[in-house]
């Protein structure tokens, strides 16, 4: 299916596995640049190639932890330096499989956890969104 984005570019946070993975696979298929994150490069660098391999379209690995705003700030301009712009934001990040004990009966939610899911899965897309605006 064609959805007109052949030649624009994308960065996905959360990109080397799961959904974020999956979303930039089917950008990547429609002839999408990618730029893919995460907090660890080997999972992100093998993810690229499998993507490189199956599409064709170029994919680049960086690492990036979303609840680091500086590294957010200086990530996300050099990406879209990589890709000569940026076009689109995938923001899909979050630890793998969720945080069980951030949510469930308000007597068991583990608050700490919640933070933490919060920071990564809100405050996070927040950051990068703002990283974004001026690209």
């Given at each position: 299916?064609?959805?007109?984005?052949?030649?624009k570019?994308?960065?996905?946070?959360?990109?080397?596995?799961?959904?974020?993975?999956a979303?930039?696979k089917?950008?990547?298929?429609?002839?999408?640049?990618?730029?893919?994150?995460?907090?660890?490069?080997?999972?992100?660098?093998?993810?690229?190639?499998?993507?490189?391999?199956?599409?064709?379209?170029?994919?680049?690995?960086?690492?990036?932890?979303v609840?680091?705003?500086?590294?957010?700030?200086?990530?996300?301009?050099?990406?879209?330096?990589?890709?000569?712009?940026?076009?689109i934001?995938?923001?899909?990040?979050?630890?793998?499989?969720?945080?069980?004990?951030?949510?469930?009966?308000?007597?068991?939610?583990?608050?700490?956890?919640?933070?933490?899911?919060?920071?990564?899965?809100?405050?996070g897309?927040?950051?990068c969104?703002?990283?974004?605006?001026?690209?």
């Amino acid at each position: 299916m064609d959805f007109g984005l052949k030649g624009k570019h994308a960065l996905v946070t959360g990109g080397s596995k799961g959904i974020g993975k999956a979303i930039a696979k089917e950008l990547a298929r429609e002839g999408v640049d990618v730029v893919i994150v995460s907090r660890t490069m080997s999972d992100l660098e093998a993810s690229a190639r499998e993507i490189e391999d199956e599409t064709g379209t170029r994919v680049i690995p960086m690492v990036l932890d979303v609840t680091q705003t500086g590294r957010v700030n200086s990530v996300i301009p050099e990406a879209a330096q990589q890709l000569g712009g940026l076009h689109i934001l995938v923001n899909s990040g979050s630890a793998p499989g969720g945080s069980a004990s951030a949510v469930g009966p308000i007597e068991t939610v583990n608050e700490d956890d919640l933070m933490s899911d919060f920071d990564v899965k809100y405050v996070g897309a927040l950051r990068c969104a703002r990283a974004s605006i001026p690209l």
